[in-house]
């Protein structure tokens, strides 16, 4: 059969998909494939047609015509995985000028969608639901998403007792998402008419969620109440930004996540850019379940004395933090991604700041602790050969430092990373 289609001058369906994938990040290449003939044009759409974005108005139209066109378009909305609704224009703060999704058409829209995987939500305003259109409420949510992002939106309240009202009424038309991103999501009071509802949404269904996000800038009482709408046993990652603000707001939303949400496996911790929390967060109220624990240090682009001084206080703070792990914590795995600056690794000086010593009597107080992985990117990059050696030599000092100390029993495995 293979030989007929190469007989014939056609490839064989099953290379043609191959081909379309490798080329599906690629929105020209896709096009010019489906160019070619109707068999590349039928695999080559169900790639090309795979993201829709629209961009919401004032007028509250934009879904509304949203929805026209996926009626008018045959097959298209059996294609989409991806739908991101975000305005044109440039950032705004204000949330008074953030376009609105009325959730009834967003809800009618996502209906329309039965294979979406993720919904990206930038720089909207999300309302609750209205009181006079309850009976539209999905009573049976069939939505599983791979992800739902929220990012610089403003989340509708009306009722001084249960902020983030707008959210409990969103979650609940999906039945399961597995990562939700909160990323400088804010909470705004608006007084409404009794039109819209008020508190829980009408519907009692809490969506399964098993990764958490939340970004530096959310503020208090989000954990709890969100602890009200998902399913808080089937969270198992969470994921927090440090806030470059202070301690006060990140310990709050800190502590308020392990309070309700119990069986939390992975802690990510990504570090700020522009300042490290002085005093490491207390690991003491952590769930017992925690398995493991992932560092992120800020992003360096520049090779100078600042980025230096960002990657010694992250790692500072990553040894304080360590230094603090209640050894009832079953912690098997420690992970630290970062990027270093190259002038780092010509100072003399540099092994004594990373305090490799000081690092290892952290780790070997973690009975349960079976792995400990440090990935470094260096900045700016240079070529292999020039960077190997200089790698070998640095490093070499400080492992001689701790080798006595992972030479003993039942030590963890150390893993470092350099690219």
């Given at each position: 059969?293979?030989?007929?289609?190469?007989?014939?001058?056609?490839?064989p369906?099953?290379?043609i998909?191959?081909?379309?994938?490798?080329?599906s990040d690629?929105?020209?290449?896709?096009?010019?494939?489906s160019f070619?003939?109707?068999?590349?044009?039928?695999i080559?759409?169900?790639?090309?047609?795979?993201?829709?974005?629209?961009i919401?108005?004032?007028?509250d139209k934009?879904?509304?015509?949203l929805c026209?066109f996926?009626?008018s378009?045959?097959n298209?909305?059996?294609?989409?995985?991806?739908l991101?609704i975000?305005?044109?224009?440039?950032n705004?703060?204000d949330s008074?000028?953030?376009e609105?999704?009325?959730?009834?058409i967003?809800?009618t829209?996502?209906?329309k969608?039965?294979?979406?995987?993720?919904l990206?939500?930038?720089?909207?305003?999300?309302?609750?639901w209205?009181?006079?259109?309850?009976?539209s409420?999905?009573?049976k949510?069939?939505?599983q998403l791979?992800?739902l992002?929220?990012?610089?939106?403003?989340i509708?309240y009306?009722?001084p007792?249960?902020?983030?009202e707008?959210?409990?009424?969103l979650l609940?038309?999906?039945?399961?998402?597995?990562?939700?991103?909160?990323?400088?999501?804010?909470?705004v009071y608006?007084?409404?008419s009794?039109?819209?509802?008020?508190?829980?949404p009408?519907?009692?269904?809490?969506?399964?969620?098993?990764s958490l996000?939340?970004?530096?800038?959310?503020h208090?009482g989000?954990c709890?109440q969100?602890?009200?709408t998902?399913?808080?046993?089937?969270?198992?990652s969470?994921q927090?930004?440090?806030?470059d603000s202070?301690?006060?707001l990140?310990?709050?939303?800190?502590?308020?996540a392990?309070?309700?949400?119990?069986h939390?496996?992975?802690?990510?911790l990504?570090?700020a850019?522009?300042?490290?929390?002085?005093?490491?967060?207390d690991?003491?109220?952590a769930?017992r379940?925690?398995e493991?624990i992932?560092?992120?240090?800020?992003?360096?682009?520049?090779?100078?004395?600042?980025?230096?001084?960002?990657f010694n206080?992250?790692?500072?703070?990553?040894?304080a933090?360590?230094s603090i792990v209640?050894?009832?914590?079953p912690?098997?795995?420690?992970?630290?991604q970062a990027?270093?600056?190259r002038?780092?690794?010509?100072?003399?000086y540099?092994?004594?700041?990373?305090?490799?010593?000081?690092?290892?009597?952290?780790l070997?107080?973690l009975?349960?602790l079976?792995?400990?992985?440090?990935?470094?990117?260096?900045?700016?990059?240079?070529?292999?050969?020039?960077?190997v050696?200089?790698?070998?030599?640095?490093?070499?000092h400080g492992?001689?430092e701790?080798?006595p100390?992972?030479d003993?029993?039942?030590?963890?495995?150390f893993e470092?990373?350099?690219s």
């Open positions: 059969m293979v030989l007929d289609h190469w007989q014939g001058g056609r490839l369906p099953d290379l998909y191959l081909i379309v994938k490798l080329c690629d929105r020209t290449t896709l096009l010019s494939c070619v003939s109707f068999v590349w044009r039928q080559a759409s169900r790639r090309l047609f795979t993201k829709l974005t629209a919401p108005s004032l007028s934009s879904l509304e015509a026209l996926l009626d378009c045959s298209l909305h059996l294609k989409v995985t991806h991101t975000a305005p044109a224009g440039p705004e703060s008074d000028s953030l609105v999704v009325p959730l009834p967003l809800a829209a996502l209906a969608l039965p294979h979406l995987l993720h990206h939500l930038s720089r909207v305003r999300v309302v609750p209205p009181v006079y259109q309850l009976s409420f999905p009573p949510p069939s939505i791979d992800s992002r929220l990012i610089a939106s403003a509708d009306d009722d007792d249960f902020p983030w707008a959210l409990a009424h609940p038309l999906f039945l399961a998402i597995r990562h939700l991103d909160l990323d400088t999501v804010h909470a608006t007084q409404r009794p039109r819209y509802t008020r508190g829980l009408p519907i009692p269904h809490r969506t399964q969620v098993q996000y939340l970004s530096e800038y959310t208090f989000l709890t969100l602890s009200r998902i399913l808080a046993n089937y969270l198992v969470l927090l930004g440090y806030a202070g301690d006060v990140v310990r709050s939303t800190y502590s308020d392990f309070r309700v949400f119990p939390i496996k992975r802690l990510e990504f570090l850019a522009r300042s490290i929390i002085s005093t490491p967060l690991l003491q109220p769930p379940t925690i493991s992932h560092y992120k240090f800020p992003t360096l682009d520049t090779d100078d004395m600042t980025s230096l001084n960002t206080n992250a790692w500072e703070h990553v040894l933090s360590l209640p050894s009832t914590l912690l098997a795995t420690v992970s630290i990027t270093v600056p002038m780092f690794l010509g100072d003399r540099g092994n004594r700041w990373i305090r490799w010593d000081a690092l290892a009597l952290c070997l107080k009975p349960a079976r792995a400990v992985k440090v990935d470094l990117v260096v900045v700016p990059q240079t070529p292999p050969r020039e960077l050696q200089e790698f070998v030599d640095y490093f070499q492992f001689d701790i080798h100390v992972f003993r029993e039942r030590c963890p495995a470092i990373i350099v």
